[in-house]
């Protein structure tokens, strides 16, 4: 791109390697965050993301005489996105002018009392030695490697001031398991590992190994495409065959059964809607179980009971296969921002492989040591807090209704207290606007607490509110609820 004249509060378009133009703000970059040396750049704000990076001057075009031109030659939802967000922003008068003085975002920010307000977690991106859209450059004013301004970089907690800048490029090659800390547990049962495993300070390195993935659900298309985007070579199946239309349109390879994505690849991954389709899936016809070989691995996604992964993992094992839970926390908005959080037991080695897969699809993942079974079990347990949770907070809105109080108020109030979080804002006003689009099906919702309460019942522990809360959830599902949103789990209340 042409150099231009640019200064802090611009609306700009901004390259990174061989990512197309997206959009973005200047603003001052942190205190603590030294600029690359060597040529001109300027620290952008990537509006629709919460991405931040350095960025070559010569990569920067104006945002408004450059619109129409990138608008044509991008038509993805994520960019169609980040195009609203900033026509948003300009409507809200925070950047009315594309010379603008404006440096709202580089003021320290104060609440209503004039204190300082803390600083948010950020995450922060920097361009490659050698651009590869280039070709490859002689200048070598920055370090680490090009990620896609959506969803690279996920720095999980801290904020700027406790970000450590590497500016080694072998240091975001680092395997996995350099990162992890495992914490045994005194009595010797299931350990887990806390800390983050995919936030590495550079883009992803895809794997050379070729992946499978079967089930191009909810959950399952936003993987593929964030793995398609970051250069992995997949393969795909789905039980209804368009599904796999689009992914092809975008290089992915069709596979005809999943026998033979398995065999024609080092790693498949299945993510499926429950425990008997997972079963019939490796067991069946055609199933992944013809397809293993000694050294082929197989990663199971779908969040399904701990007797069942069990079952699968040994008839996997038993051909000389290599076998991986990975159940995944998150829903269909967050599978395609590429920030589901990754629960995994199993074969280590097969996590490590994994590595490239996991910084694609997630933000965080957790390797739980132990017996295959672990990353089931815990999973069940956040499924089942989550729908009683989404079951008391629909309780609360029909009784606020009941008795006079308005709704709106009430999740007002909601969202400037404790509970405060995205997912109680989102569903609650999805609530109140009639919209019960599917994010987490309601009918998987309901599957997951009645396991998670026969997994209490098999330790003899009590589930009493989950218990509950499954009967409301079998309550929507007799008034036709099933495919909508967990959230209509509000419509057992008014009927």
Not at 238 to 262: H, M, S, W, Y
Not at 305 to 328: K, M, N, W, Y
Request: glycine share 8%; with cysteine.
């Amino acid at each position: 791109m042409a150099t231009v004249h640019l200064r802090i509060g611009d609306l700009v378009w901004g390259k990174l390697g061989r990512y197309p133009p997206w959009p973005g703000k200047i603003v001052s970059p942190p205190k603590d965050l030294k600029k690359p040396r060597g040529k001109k750049c300027f620290f952008v704000k990537f509006f629709g993301t919460e991405d931040h990076a350095w960025i070559k001057v010569e990569q920067l075009k104006p945002y408004h005489p450059h619109k129409e031109e990138m608008i044509k030659i991008n038509k993805g939802k994520r960019f169609q996105q980040a195009v609203d967000a900033v026509e948003e922003f300009l409507k809200k008068g925070k950047g009315k002018e594309q010379g603008s003085h404006c440096n709202s975002d580089d003021k320290k920010s104060t609440d209503s009392k004039g204190r300082k307000a803390p600083a948010k977690p950020m995450k922060i991106i920097e361009e490659d030695d050698e651009d590869p859209f280039k070709g490859g450059s002689s200048d070598k004013e920055l370090t680490d490697s090009d990620p896609e301004p959506s969803s690279v970089q996920r720095l999980v907690a801290g904020t700027v001031s406790g970000f450590k800048w590497e500016s080694s490029p072998a240091s975001s090659m680092e395997t996995i398991s350099k990162r992890l800390k495992i914490i045994e547990e005194d009595t010797g049962s299931t350990s887990i590992q806390a800390a983050d495993s995919t936030a590495l300070n550079g883009s992803i390195t895809p794997t050379d190994k070729r992946i499978g993935f079967l089930g191009l659900g909810l959950m399952g298309s936003g993987v593929v495409s964030n793995l398609l985007k970051m250069g992995h070579v997949v393969t795909v199946w789905n039980r209804t065959a368009e599904k796999c239309d689009l992914f092809i349109q975008e290089g992915a390879r069709l596979g005809r059964t999943p026998a033979e994505v398995v065999s024609m690849c080092d790693i498949t991954f299945s993510c499926v809607s429950d425990p008997k389709a997972a079963r019939d899936l490796v067991l069946g016809p055609s199933g992944v179980l013809q397809g293993i070989r000694p050294g082929k691995c197989y990663v199971e996604m779908s969040t399904i009971d701990h007797e069942t992964v069990t079952e699968l993992s040994q008839v996997i094992t038993s051909r000389g296969g290599r076998f991986l839970e990975a159940p995944v926390s998150g829903s269909q908005q967050v599978s395609n921002e590429g920030m589901l959080v990754i629960l995994a037991a199993g074969d280590r080695s097969v996590y490590e492989d994994c590595s490239s897969c996991f910084q694609a699809m997630g933000k965080t993942s957790f390797f739980l040591v132990g017996e295959v079974g672990n990353a089931a079990r815990m999973m069940l347990i956040l499924n089942m807090v989550q729908g009683s949770f989404m079951a008391t907070i629909a309780e609360g809105l029909t009784l606020a209704q009941a008795t006079g109080q308005s709704q709106q108020t009430f999740l007002d109030i909601l969202c400037q207290g404790q509970m405060a979080s995205s997912f109680v804002d989102q569903k609650c006003q999805n609530i109140l606007q009639g919209n019960f689009k599917p994010d987490y099906y309601l009918k998987h919702i309901q599957k997951d607490l009645r396991l998670a309460i026969s997994m209490g019942d098999s330790v003899n522990h009590p589930t009493p509110m989950a218990a509950t809360a499954n009967e409301v959830y079998k309550r929507a599902k007799a008034l036709d609820q099933s495919d909508n949103d967990m959230s209509a789990v509000y419509r057992a209340y008014i009927h």
